[in-house]
């Protein structure tokens, strides 16, 4: 991978944490609020339920984002982290903060749970 282009995908990546971190700061939607319609509270819990879960996905890809941001830092970036082989630019281009290469995400993504524990390994180095 060039210079420039380690550059631009710095540059995607930096954006994109700043636009995660101002959507995981609006907390508006987790308040809990009691109401005397229980209608309105059931509706509101649900609602409430929604935005809990985008906040954790939200907050699961900026953990993401940020750890792309640390394997520029450490000139790891493009590298898968499972297999050790290059991750494909066009793959980089789709999901710039993919820390694995597509045949990794693949087996992955047959075992989510072996995937999860081997991305927040990753992470923690």
């Not at 930096?14 to 700061?25: A, C, G, M």
């Not at 954790?56 to 640390?70: F, G, H, P, T």
């Not at 072996?114 to 923690?124: H, L």
């Amino acid at each position: 991978m060039t210079k420039q282009q380690l550059e631009r995908f710095q540059k995607i990546l930096q954006e994109k944490e700043s636009e995660l971190l101002q959507l995981v700061r609006n907390r508006d939607e987790i308040v809990i609020e009691k109401t005397p319609d229980a209608l309105d509270e059931v509706q509101r819990a649900a609602e409430r339920e929604l935005a809990i879960r985008n906040l954790d996905r939200e907050s699961r890809l900026l953990r993401e984002v940020r750890a792309a941001l640390k394997r520029i830092n450490e000139g790891s970036y493009g590298i898968c982290v499972y297999t050790g082989e290059e991750i494909s630019l066009k793959r980089l281009e789709a999901v710039p903060w993919t820390a694995f290469c597509i045949q990794a995400q693949e087996m992955f993504d047959k075992n989510e749970a072996e995937a999860i524990e081997v991305f927040e390994d990753a992470i923690a180095a």
